[in-house]
């Protein structure tokens, strides 16, 4: 089965097909149907991603079955290889949220059926369509955007990374030395880069941003970090983004945050209720994004 477990398992080609056709949902122009049923697995909290991709799936007129750990075996340690053998006979598509990319392998190498990173510790590939998708609707293009990733080289900062350098865009991730994005990431970034792609991977914030035309950030501490939350906060503090640091970007760039928000801590109140700001468009693309997905890998006319 297919299976997108990282930004990456889909080509540039099939990124710019997935937008068009989000783009074409969103319009109406298309209105695909299915009688298909989604599983979602996810072991931690969620409101965006398990909230678009259910009702993305009833819009396409399928069925959602939450199989959230708590109320299923999976939680109470049954494998995951013995799981995905099951849910495989009953469902048509899963898409997991786990702490551990490796756990999403191992659906994968187990389930007859597409398994969807719906996050883990590595990656974030729904999001980062979503932020394709918007970065599209801002500038008619993706191509040639320059966009600066603020805060923790985390999962949405890989498959930022990784995306794109796949849609040739000039990518910039400022981040404290010892939180930057993991270096395979960034090598296989360079790897995938198309002509014209960059990849900038700096501490320094402000010159990060100048010139931006996006300007992205996201939690300082993602689900599983909290412990360390509160010793995190001064270091990545040069990195918030706030109305100094955004004066250095492009006069008409946009402000990304993949939400949830931390007022205060990696974005001001000002800049993300400010005329700048694109970030509840980016949260309604979440949606349209994992529609197309899913019609995409369940074949859906
Ligand atoms: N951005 C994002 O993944 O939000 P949720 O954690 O609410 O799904």
Redesign the pocket.
């Given at each position: 089965s297919r299976d997108i477990l990282g930004i990456a398992d889909l080509s540039a080609a099939e990124i710019k097909d997935l937008l068009q056709l989000a783009a074409d949902l969103k319009s109406g122009k298309r209105s695909p149907v299915c009688n298909k049923i989604l599983g979602l697995l996810f072991y931690k909290?969620?409101?965006?991603?398990?909230v678009s991709f259910t009702v993305a799936m009833h819009q396409l007129g399928g069925q959602v079955i939450d199989l959230n750990p708590n109320v299923t075996q999976v939680g109470r340690g049954e494998p995951i290889s013995d799981t995905a053998r099951v849910l495989d006979r009953y469902i048509d598509i899963l898409a997991v949220r786990t702490f551990k990319q490796t756990d999403l392998e191992e659906f994968a190498r187990y389930a007859q059926i597409p398994i969807i990173n719906a996050?883990s510790d590595l990656e974030?590939p729904c999001?980062i369509l979503a932020d394709l998708l918007t970065i599209q609707e801002c500038f008619g293009k993706v191509s040639g955007v320059t966009a600066t990733f603020l805060g923790d080289g985390n999962n949405v900062a890989h498959s930022f990374i990784l995306g794109g350098a796949l849609m040739g865009m000039k990518i910039r991730v400022a981040t404290p030395e010892a939180h930057q994005p993991e270096p395979a990431i960034v090598e296989k970034a360079r790897q995938l880069a198309v002509d014209g792609a960059e990849i900038i991977i700096t501490e320094d914030p402000v010159e990060a941003v100048k010139g931006s035309q996006v300007v992205y950030t996201d939690v300082w501490a993602s689900m599983g970090q909290e412990a360390s939350a509160e010793s995190r906060i001064p270091m990545f503090q040069p990195y918030q983004v706030n109305e100094e640091i955004l004066a250095h970007a492009d006069s008409d760039a946009i402000v990304l945050h993949?939400?949830?928000a931390h007022r205060g801590e990696e974005i001001t109140e000002a800049v993300i209720e400010g005329k700048q700001s694109r970030v509840w468009d980016e949260a309604e693309n979440r949606m349209h994004v994992q529609k197309a997905l899913l019609v995409s890998l369940l074949g859906i006319e």
């Amino acid at each position: 089965s297919r299976d997108i477990l990282g930004i990456a398992d889909l080509s540039a080609a099939e990124i710019k097909d997935l937008l068009q056709l989000a783009a074409d949902l969103k319009s109406g122009k298309r209105s695909p149907v299915c009688n298909k049923i989604l599983g979602l697995l996810f072991y931690k909290a969620s409101t965006r991603t398990r909230v678009s991709f259910t009702v993305a799936m009833h819009q396409l007129g399928g069925q959602v079955i939450d199989l959230n750990p708590n109320v299923t075996q999976v939680g109470r340690g049954e494998p995951i290889s013995d799981t995905a053998r099951v849910l495989d006979r009953y469902i048509d598509i899963l898409a997991v949220r786990t702490f551990k990319q490796t756990d999403l392998e191992e659906f994968a190498r187990y389930a007859q059926i597409p398994i969807i990173n719906a996050l883990s510790d590595l990656e974030h590939p729904c999001q980062i369509l979503a932020d394709l998708l918007t970065i599209q609707e801002c500038f008619g293009k993706v191509s040639g955007v320059t966009a600066t990733f603020l805060g923790d080289g985390n999962n949405v900062a890989h498959s930022f990374i990784l995306g794109g350098a796949l849609m040739g865009m000039k990518i910039r991730v400022a981040t404290p030395e010892a939180h930057q994005p993991e270096p395979a990431i960034v090598e296989k970034a360079r790897q995938l880069a198309v002509d014209g792609a960059e990849i900038i991977i700096t501490e320094d914030p402000v010159e990060a941003v100048k010139g931006s035309q996006v300007v992205y950030t996201d939690v300082w501490a993602s689900m599983g970090q909290e412990a360390s939350a509160e010793s995190r906060i001064p270091m990545f503090q040069p990195y918030q983004v706030n109305e100094e640091i955004l004066a250095h970007a492009d006069s008409d760039a946009i402000v990304l945050h993949c939400l949830p928000a931390h007022r205060g801590e990696e974005i001001t109140e000002a800049v993300i209720e400010g005329k700048q700001s694109r970030v509840w468009d980016e949260a309604e693309n979440r949606m349209h994004v994992q529609k197309a997905l899913l019609v995409s890998l369940l074949g859906i006319e």
